[in-house]
């Protein structure tokens, strides 16, 4: 049982918008920054947002984050097959005192 | 373009200790503005934060593994280790090493390695 939830599943179809909550509690999403990651069938991880919702160079604005209270949202837009993935959100918890990741969310584009 | 590439040992024998290296190339890793991590992931806990090390040696580990964990960093081979003891069936999982930068508001892991499987059997 991950610490942060994550849909386990979500799909969309070519060119549409979908977005991936990821929920946590006051010690974690609610006083830290939250990044998001994404993990292609076989690849390692790449970093798609930090900070919250800031891009590293590279990553196409199709992409973005959010993040309010104790939830943070992940979208993308203009949805591409290539973006069928895994994708996990993470942040520091200061209770548990350890890096904590969300369950991920498997994204179809049907 | 940094890189960064585990190696060690796919099979490891319970209650032995696993060791994995992670080699950085295309960059530094005497860098005060990084610290250089472990993440594995398992189908039963997913993701999992191991722990961080600075160029310098210094450490946070998570607590849940502490007693088992250690890591180290050689800056002449552009090399940082990961060592855990005691190992059982669920450690058995797939290890990556990353790069936390310092530099932003949070922390966060901006490269990874590719990952190595250990699968802890007799």
């Known amino acids: 049982q991950s610490v942060l939830t994550q849909p386990p599943s979500v799909s969309a179809a070519p060119g549409q918008r979908v977005t991936i909550s990821c929920s946590g509690s006051?010690?974690?999403?609610?006083?830290?920054?939250v990044s998001w990651y994404q993990r292609l069938p076989g690849a390692a991880p790449k970093l798609l947002i930090y900070d919250n919702n800031k891009r590293p160079s590279g990553i196409p604005d199709r992409f973005s984050g959010s993040k309010s209270g104790t939830s943070a949202t992940l979208g993308i837009t203009g949805l591409q097959t290539g973006d069928e993935a895994e994708y996990y959100c993470g942040t520091w918890d200061s209770s548990l005192s350890a890096w904590v990741f969300g369950g991920g969310t498997k994204l179809t584009v049907l | 373009q940094l890189q960064l590439q585990e190696s060690g040992p796919g099979l490891v024998k319970p209650s032995e200790t696993l060791s994995l290296t992670c080699t950085v190339s295309?960059?530094?890793?005497?860098?005060?503005?990084?610290?250089w991590g472990w993440v594995r992931q398992s189908p039963e806990k997913g993701l999992e934060w191991i722990g961080i090390?600075?160029?310098?040696?210094?450490?946070n580990y998570n607590v849940s593994l502490k007693s088992r964990v250690s890591m180290s960093v050689d800056p002449s081979k552009s090399q940082f280790s990961l060592r855990l003891s005691s190992v059982t069936a669920a450690d058995t999982a797939v290890y990556y090493c990353a790069r936390i930068p310092l530099t932003g508001q949070g922390y966060y892991f901006d490269y990874w390695g590719q990952g190595t499987l250990v699968t802890v059997s007799s």
């Open positions: 006051s010690s974690n999403i609610g006083n830290n920054y």
């Open positions: 090390i600075s160029y310098a040696g210094n450490t």
């Open positions: 295309g960059g530094s890793i005497n860098s005060r503005s990084h610290y």
